[in-house]
């Protein structure tokens, strides 16, 4: 993860700590060394209107001024960029902590998981059952992914393998029907959560959009997440909008973050979503679901610390 706009980074601190080490930083040079640096962080798959935001939010804090003849131009250079990365990444920051929002609601919590086709949403409903079990709650996978052959099987094999009840439907059947059916499973059972699966659906797909919409409206989730796939850049950032418009949505799980070497793609998705990001998905493991942290992410890219 972030493994090259780690050195992309590196490189324009590095240059423009030596040009502002010997004279005050105008806007032209600025712009000159930005260039070659916006060409890396677009090679680097950071989407182009991003890169216009991380540039802004340099340049409104370097250009014009001087280092003092003491100071280290590089430390100086090293503050503004954890400072302006921090400011856009801080974006995607959850203002709570879904955890304990869940252990004091009202049970059972049920969350209805949606997005398009393979970005990771059954993976991803296993993962966080597993976490829910890891802070002592409870819950029940419920595939209301009645469409895609195989999906009831792969999210019953999740629940095996995890020891957590599963509730499915019939190949074809009503999901929002299913999707009560999970609910009134934990309401009856005591169970915390329902963790309710969906089909994917492009955004086009009207029918399969009025589905969801349908499953939304019969259960009344506690919350709406959006599963987006790091890889697919600018495409993530349509789908989120398209996916609020038509059903709104609370939060997001931004999933293969380990598979986004560059990191580009997931910093363009963070960047611009205006959505919270309350986890990253960062491989296959149960346990490869880990909360979204702004801190942590800039040490990568920074290299803070190290
Ligand atoms: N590397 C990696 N692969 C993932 C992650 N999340 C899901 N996958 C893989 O993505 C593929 C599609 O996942 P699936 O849950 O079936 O997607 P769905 O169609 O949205 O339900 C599977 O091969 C998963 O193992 C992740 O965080 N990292
Ligand atoms: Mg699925």
Do not use: C
């Amino acid at each position: 993860m972030f493994r090259k706009l780690k050195q992309v980074f590196s490189e324009a601190i590095g240059k423009l700590s030596e040009t502002l080490s010997t004279k005050e930083l105008s806007y032209d040079e600025f712009e000159k060394v930005f260039h070659e640096f916006e060409m890396s962080l677009i090679e680097a798959d950071v989407a182009y209107d991003v890169v216009q935001l991380i540039k802004k939010s340099l340049a409104d804090e370097l250009v014009g001024n001087r280092i003092g003849r003491f100071s280290s131009s590089s430390e100086y250079v090293k503050s503004v960029f954890t400072k302006s990365l921090k400011d856009l990444l801080n974006r995607g920051i959850y203002a709570g902590d879904l955890i304990a929002e869940i252990k004091s609601a009202v049970k059972p919590y049920v969350i209805v998981f949606m997005g398009v086709n393979g970005v990771g949403k059954t993976t991803t409903i296993a993962k966080f059952a597993y976490l829910l079990r890891s802070n002592g709650l409870s819950s029940v996978v419920v595939a209301s992914d009645t469409f895609r052959a195989g999906a009831q099987e792969q999210l019953e094999l999740h629940s095996k393998r995890l020891g957590i009840p599963f509730i499915g439907g019939k190949y074809r059947s009503d999901p929002a029907a299913v999707a009560k059916d999970g609910v009134i499973y934990a309401s009856k059972n005591r169970v915390d959560v329902a963790l309710i699966d969906t089909a994917g659906r492009m955004h086009t797909d009207v029918d399969l959009m009025n589905e969801v919409r349908k499953v939304i409206k019969v259960v009344k989730p506690n919350m709406r997440i959006l599963i987006l796939d790091a890889l697919t850049g600018n495409d993530a950032v349509s789908q989120a909008t398209w996916f609020d418009s038509q059903v709104g949505v609370d939060a997001v799980i931004l999933t293969k973050a380990d598979a986004d070497v560059k990191g580009g793609s997931a910093l363009s998705i963070i960047m611009s979503l205006g959505k919270p990001i309350i986890y990253l998905g960062v491989g296959q493991n149960y346990d490869d679901l880990i909360p979204y942290n702004p801190e942590v992410i800039l040490k990568r890219m920074l290299d803070l610390n190290t």
